[in-house]
């Protein structure tokens, strides 16, 4: 029985989509139903999982081809599935009243399950094919979500979009056609006997097509357009959740070949570069959703800094793996939270700008609440979720530089720094949007009445339930590590022993720890007033910085001289057929002037073979081409 | 059970004969003349599908020969790689004949159009049946000859330009057939079509011989296969009525230049035969060449059936590149794409034409928002369009993925590359259409009245085949089995 259970959560939400109803908020309810179902089919799998047994389930595929499906949860894939499911369960509650003021209702439900089960299946899949299946699925069905508002905006970064998740999913789908045409299997473990020549292409095939997803620098150019035009809450779940997909599947894919320190070196400063230019980014944002967007891009440099600080300490790497992970599901909670937040306030205010707005904590107190709360998290406050993971990350960063690799003692400073920049980042959002003064409303007592209308009572459940894990995280930092990620790291090749001596009984308030978190928090404090004062926050970074627009004129330059040539070679045939036809032409004058002149027979005057219009051009090339094929083989 | 020697006679003959039927028939008598194209399709589909279980089950099925002149004669008999392309041509015509009773309801000279489009059917099957190359020939230059009035049906000074170009292309590709044709009987008699390949005993001494009949057979069959720089009637055959350009020019009569070419490359030559000549880079280079030009043409058409056009012309190239890579799964892949290439193409022009009928619009670009007028229609695009691009669980991944494990298998690790950049080409010019048709604007909102699909005539053949697309997705095994079972040393 036990061994269905994957199947059906992810089928819950496909059968779900037939049965949705034509209006918003009761669409909004058989999806909320349907994510809920879900989630409890998710943790009933908790008791096989915690015995460190596979939930297996095949549909057996054809013989001789790898076209069947297979289900295989374990520790990871189920932690992975099982945020995915808490997550998507919020922002549905905090859809129903949010869809309901959208067009197309429906539609969105369509697409938000789509893109549910495509997650859920991709975090529960039993091999490679099956991972890039559901990927696909939750790829190209969000994209019904990104351009859901219908702007201009929205298909710009919509097209964007697309096409990138096309070229992830092509290379995914050539990695994987390599893996299963070289050793033929698709299985997790079929990576480990790849032969030794591929290996790069592969590692690299799989790094581009989920480093996309996961917008790792610089694949992370669409990440801050797509995420922020999306309504709110399918914000919530493409950076929250969907974003994770692509950290999971680098996981996935790299589990086996985990303990390579050259590889870890490179991931490490990936990250870090990531890091540091997605919170650099973030600070120079007015609108909101873009500024949570590009500390997306910010938080998953911390994940893949985890991940390559486990490559590279080998062994004893479970102190990053366990960091990424623990900042997986962290990142996944406060990051929706703070997108469901900011969507509740434009939901009342229709504004995004956050200098525009101001004092809504007096307003929407229950708003103010939870993001003070996620807020508080994602800047690694101590009693909060965000605290653990980055001194997990940190302690790891440490133990990296006490190896002593080349320049990681700059690379810990940059961490202290980026932190610094978030809890900044954060420090501004919170206090322009929430505190201050605020707008005057008097002027407009309409707006005035929405704004201070309450919120629904399922879109507040909605926040209050990932605000409550935030805290209940934060103040038990060990539970996880006790708890669930044991279940993680059994699948990996680190010292499992020392795993479970060193970070099981973890304390995390120690005054070593509360103290480096005190640097960054403070530190942020200061740059937020350093900033305020010189107006670094309104800096416009010249275009030519901007690699977005570097890409673009990249790819004008290319089409243009793509046109010119098509032109010039349409140009080159027509002159070329022209003079062709004129010797055509003449020669057969010529021939008819030799001949006994039968101009008088209108017949024959019909038939000559320039009435045929026959494509001399045409005859040039098989000519031409039977030349080609034929003379270099020609010799026996 | 029909005899064996009456099946090839019912397959080629009931069209032929029928066509006698319809022109009895008066102009106005559509209901009359419908139900007689739409029976002689079905017992043409009937039949060969009675054919094709018996040739599968190791059967024969065979009529003739009948001696013309001296060591020439015209022979059918069904091999299981003639089964499989009569069995797509058949099906589908069935669909293609109820889909353009609907679409033809409102132009001129029905009757000529039914005449010609049954005749078409029968030297389609002719072809599929032949069991020689004379009888192929005969059958390939027939088919020119019986579908251009198909292709120059509208009237107009563009059609019979597209008409001259079509009969231009056509004829210069069965003077090489003929050709090559004339040098194979010079080297070993009247050729018939052997499984392992007729030419496959001569003596090395005959391989400059062999390789010139090669490149003769090859290219002259390409004309029709529209494979780059032998494409160009393929677009501008574009102006023939919808269901035509659907069924000749994305399935029947580019799949005939594609089955003469799988004719040549396993009946006459064989594979060994050929890599023995050195002709497998050349081919694989001109099927390479042709995929990528063609999906880069194909973006640059803001006319839909263009569009489609380049498409084929892009697509179609798949199947020689999957023979050429002589791996058993190249060869699978090409082969299903065979089938999986039918199913979508047609299901694409179908819906261009329920598109064109419907509201009028033939540009790429003003069909925004067009999928809340024919959501049906829309949906079923989507589908084929990412079996065009090879996303899963549409039938295109199938084709896709074997031609990517043989392209391993067989040593050409660069096609990998190559699919991998059409396929992104294939989403640059489908899915702009399919997304604008869902979430754009067009003014396309559905009239009060609700009228808003294409007849069922037109909708259920296009909903069947939408979904026959993806079931082959969904059970790869039943297309990857019918096409082991035409053997071809898989």
Redesign the interface.
Known sequence: MGAILPLLAVTGPLVAIGLLPPRARQAGRVATGACGLTLFLIVAMYPSIARGLEVRWSVPG??G?P?GLSFGADGLGWLVALVAAIVWLAATLFAVEYVDHEAHAR?YYVFWLLSFAGMVGLALAGDLLTL??FF??MS?SS??LV??T?TGEA?RA??LY??LA??G???L??AV??V???TGSVSFASLATLPPALRPAVIALFLLGFGLKAGIVPLHLWLPEAHPVAPSPASAVLSGVMIKAGAYGILRVAGQSLASPGLGYVVIWLGLITMAVGVSLALLQANGKRLLAYHSVSQMGYIVLGIGLTAYLGAKGSMGLAGAVYHLVNHALFKALLFLAVGAVYLRTRELNIYRLGGLGRVMPLVGGVALIASLGISGFPGFNGYASKTLLHHALEKAVQHGGAGLFLAERLFVLVSAGTACSFLKLFSFVFLGRGRDWTGDPVAMEEVRRPLGRESSVGMGILAALILALGLRPGWLLERLLPLVWRAFPVDTAWADGHLSHLSFFNRTDLTAAGICLVLGGLLFVAGNRTGLFHLHLPRALSLGWLAEQAGMGVAAA?NRL?ELTVQAGAWIGRRLARVLRQAVVAVRRVDHNPGDSGLFREMTVIN????V???A??LA??L???LP???? | MIPGELVPLVAVGVPLAGTLGLTLLPEIADRRRNCWTVSCSLAVAVAVAVAAVTVFRGGRVEAGPWPLVSGLAVHLRLDPLGALFALIASSLWVLATLYSTGYMAHEDHRRRYSVFWLLSLGVTMGLAFAANLFTLYLFYEMLTLSTYPLVVHAGSPEAA?AG??YL??SF?GAA?VLGGFVVLAGLLGPPAFVAGGAAALLP??A??AL??AF??LA?GFAVKAAMI??H?WLPLAMVAPTPVSALLHAVAVVKAGVFGLLRTWFSLFGPETVAA???VT?FLTLAAITIGLGS?LAL?QQDLKRRLAYSTVSQLAYIPLGVALLSPAGVAGGLVHLINHALMKITLFFCAGIIITQTGRTQVNQLSGVGRRLPLTMLAFAVAALGM?????VNGF?S??QL??G???GGEPWV?AL??AS??LN??YY??IV?GA????GGFDPPPEGAQEAPLSMLGPVILLALACLLTGFF??WT??LVRAVGLGL
């Open positions: 054809m013989a081809t076209l539609r890039f299946l696909e699925l190209l994209y019904g351009v859901h219908q298909h919509g097209s697309l096409y096309v070229i999913g092509l290379a789908l050539t056609g390599l299963f045409g070289s793509w098509y045929l219009n026959f494509d051009y045409l005859l090339a098989i081409l039977l080609l094929l034929y083989f020609g010799r026996a | 330009r001259w170009h231009g292309y210069a090489l090395a001494g391989y400059p390789r010139l490149s003769c290219l720089p032998l160009g000549l050195g002709m050349p880069v640059q691009i090879g996303v899963i669980p199938v896709k993925w990517v494990v392209a391993l298998h990998l699919l991998a396929a992104l989403a640059a899915l702009p997304a869902f979430f754009r604007e790869p095994g990857l089995g």
